[in-house]
């Protein structure tokens, strides 16, 4: 198995709501377990910057998917690589909401990956948003510990 590692952008169509996000969350940490997937998904302001880990040919094909579902549209892939070791193993999915907690340390974790205040993953380049996905999934392990 080749460990791979995929990051990609979106913008969620009108009207999705983030109680449904949570219900395709429930679906998304049952099948990915199963696929030996792991990531993380942060949405905030109708984006979302998702990390997805795992076999390289189940997280192409998991993403060929994704970039068909009518639920978001202009997906953008940021970076794609072979890598040796998770960074969210903990996790099937876990998702994360942007505008839940806006704190003065999120707010400087993405000035420092993102040089802006404001969330718009999609001005990211790959390093950017694989740091700031890092730094954000642990601020949440601290939080939960």
Known sequence: MTLFRLL???VARPGLEY?????ILRVAVERNAEAGLTG???FGGGIFVQALEGDRTVVNR???SIARDPRHGDCQILDGRSITTRDFAEWSMKLIGWD???????????LRHSGSTAF???QMRGPQAIG???DLAA?????AA
């Open 8 to 10: 990609y952008v979106s």
């Open 19 to 23: 109680d449904r996000l949570t219900d």
């Open 40 to 42: 993380v998904l942060c």
């Open 62 to 64: 998991l993403y060929s």
């Open 100 to 110: 839940d907690v806006p704190t003065a340390s999120r707010r400087a974790l993405l």
């Open 120 to 122: 718009d993953p999609r």
């Open 132 to 134: 700031f996905l890092r």
């Open 139 to 143: 601020s949440e392990r601290r939080a």
